[in-house]
């Protein structure tokens, strides 16, 4: 069973076309993740999620929109999608640390978006 | 936010040992050491993570100096599946972690 699953794992699409990368955890974690990770391999974090919250949004153009419906799935939707859009996103989860205890990050296997 | 700086990239024989070391100069009391792999085509994989001294456990060992201002992390004896990037993060939550560049390490048969 794979602990963190995204789909798809390619995506090829259009400029201005809206599509939606879907995430799920079945580690039952608090918190999910969206990262992106440019052709530099730079890997920036997007959002994060805890228990249905978004509690950051590290200023992302608003074309993007996470969703979760429960505390399993976050779903990341691309409007009006550009070029500079390509790149790789990978979905991640995480339990709430307590106290001093330092917390582990779960990756999905990531989603190719190229975008023409 | 602490930020870290580690090599770009390093290159090693099979069998060898490799070191990494990874400097985190403003590093908080509360913050942790992890380090994670990445393999081409997947997301970062948990390696390694500690606070202080030394941590070791089935893939890696962890050396932290006692002003914790840098970290080591030790790879014994590795193979070519152990070619891939490996990132040093700092922190004491997990939505405040970075991802630098990491350092990509390729393994010569």
């Known amino acids: 069973d794979t602990a963190v699953s995204q789909t798809p794992k390619y995506l090829v699409t259009q400029m201005g076309n809206d599509k939606s990368i879907k995430c799920e955890q079945n580690?039952?974690?608090?918190?999910m993740y969206w990262y992106k990770q440019d052709s530099k391999k730079f890997l920036k974090i997007m959002f994060s999620?805890?228990?249905?919250?978004?509690?950051i949004n590290e200023t992302v153009p608003n074309r993007f929109s996470p969703k979760s419906p429960d505390k399993a799935h976050l779903n990341l939707h691309i409007n009006s999608l550009e070029l500079g859009d390509s790149a790789v996103y990978f979905c991640?989860?995480?339990?709430?640390?307590?106290?001093?205890?330092?917390?582990?990050?779960?990756f999905g296997s990531g989603t190719q978006l190229s975008v023409l | 936010l602490a930020k870290t700086t580690q090599p770009i990239s390093m290159d090693s024989y099979e069998g060898q040992e490799v070191n990494i070391t990874c400097s985190h100069n403003?590093?908080?009391?509360?913050?942790?050491i992890t380090w994670y792999q990445q393999f081409p085509s997947q997301g970062p994989r948990f390696i390694i993570q500690g606070y202080k001294t030394k941590v070791t456990n089935e893939v890696a060992s962890l050396f932290i100096p006692a002003d914790r201002k840098s970290s080591t992390l030790s790879l014994p004896r590795v193979s070519l599946s152990d070619t891939a990037v490996y990132y040093c993060?700092?922190?004491?939550?997990?939505?405040?972690?970075?991802f630098g560049t990491g350092t990509r390490l390729q393994v010569f048969p």
């Open positions: 580690l039952g974690h608090d918190t």
């Open positions: 999620y805890n228990n249905k919250e978004l509690i």
């Open positions: 403003n590093i908080a009391t509360n913050d942790y």
């Open positions: 991640a989860s995480s339990q709430e640390g307590q106290g001093m205890l330092g917390e582990k990050l779960f």
């Open positions: 993060l700092v922190g004491a939550n997990t939505d405040k972690l970075i």
